[in-house]
């Protein structure tokens, strides 16, 4: 049988869509899990799904692995249908899941040897692929204990290790540092951006704020199966507002006089706590932080401390959708077991 691995180079057409999604709907019973979500990934980006539990992401991303119909809209992936020719969809994604899919009676590599059989690889190859990618993610030295012994950021690197066996230009994560500590998932975001220097799309589905805004090249939001927003993360924190000067007074400086000289330069009113010498600024343009300074030095007011800030994506989030990331808005098929979801695929 022929390394799948081919298909890499034969598939992919520079400046083709990496993911073209349209309309996307999922319904379960009276739910409308997805309802009408488009999703446009480029080569070689990171695109962030963001939203809460039951928002729709793991829905969105399991259509267009394949792993659920699609009920309505029209998904493709490097410019091959979806519904049409989900066996080519196959070969072009790796998948990698919220839990993990190795197997517990076996080893690290008796793992990835198995799941490179199963992808067609020959017994050679797929041994010198299992060693490669065990030392890639650095579990060469864990390679033959019991998974027992594994750790949780261990077992997520395998897991993903397992889906990169032939080397798929297309990588769907779905909330892949889910219950790792932060040192794991730091070393989770590193593998990451290496996968895309060496040339992968990652479509990533997140409800880690913070992920999404150290990862994401694009981000698209979501909430209650519908996409509320999509830009950049720095474009979408300043759709919610501008930066804001955050400083503090020296000890004994004049408040009043303070806020004067903010008005007279930038013609807004500070928010100021005079009992801790607080004033927050409103920056139309975050260089006019300098200018506010300079007028605060030549009106003799000393300065203990300051910074510059932007609004965070939990701001954009509860601008766009009234309510937070970390808020349950609702029950969709999310909160289904793996086993219900892959009977509907079936289906």
């Not at 997805?34 to 963001?50: A, T």
């Not at 659920?68 to 979806?82: H, M, N, Q, S, T």
């Not at 790796?94 to 690889?121: C, H, I, K, M, P």
């Not at 209650?224 to 979408?236: C, F, I, N, Q, S």
Request: charged share 30%.
């Amino acid at each position: 049988m022929a390394d799948p691995s081919a298909v890499r180079a034969d598939d992919l057409v520079k400046g083709l869509s990496a993911v073209r999604a349209d309309g996307l709907v999922k319904v379960f019973g009276d739910v409308r899990a997805v309802d009408g979500v488009d999703l446009h990934v480029r080569q070689g980006e990171i695109f962030g799904v963001l939203g809460p539990n039951g928002a729709g992401k793991t829905t969105t991303l399991r259509m267009l692995a394949t792993l659920l119909p699609i009920d309505g809209g029209r998904a493709e992936i490097f410019g091959v249908d979806v519904r049409r020719d989900p066996h080519r969809i196959r070969q072009l994604v790796g998948v990698t899941g919220q839990y993990a899919s190795v197997d517990e009676d076996l080893t690290a590599r008796e793992n990835l040897w198995l799941f490179a059989r199963l992808q067609g690889l020959a017994g050679a190859r797929a041994r010198t692929v299992a060693g490669d990618l065990l030392e890639r993610f650095g579990l060469q030295e864990a390679a033959d204990r019991p998974l027992s012994q594994f750790s949780g950021g261990m077992r997520r690197r395998l897991d993903l290790a397992s889906s990169l066996i032939t080397r798929p230009p297309l990588i769907f994560l779905d909330e892949p540092t889910t219950g790792l500590d932060p040192r794991t998932r730091g070393q989770m975001w590193d593998t990451i951006r290496e996968l895309v220097t060496d040339g992968s799309t990652i479509l990533l589905t997140t409800q880690y704020l913070d992920e999404a805004d150290q990862l994401a090249d694009r981000v698209a939001v979501i909430d209650r199966g519908r996409k509320v927003a999509e830009d950049t993360p720095d474009a979408l924190k300043t759709q919610v507002g501008d930066s804001t000067l955050q400083l503090r007074l020296a000890d004994g400086s004049d408040t009043a006089l303070a806020a004067d000289v903010v008005r007279r330069l930038l013609g807004e009113d500070p928010v100021l706590t005079p009992e801790s010498g607080r004033m927050n600024v409103p920056l139309p343009d975050p260089d006019r932080a300098a200018d506010v300074l300079i007028g605060l030095r030549e009106a003799g007011l000393g300065i203990s401390s300051v910074s510059v800030a932007k609004p965070t994506l939990d701001e954009v989030f509860l601008a766009l959708t009234g309510h937070g990331a970390d808020d349950e808005p609702g029950t969709d098929d999310e909160s289904r077991t793996d086993d219900e979801s892959r009977m509907e695929a079936a289906r």
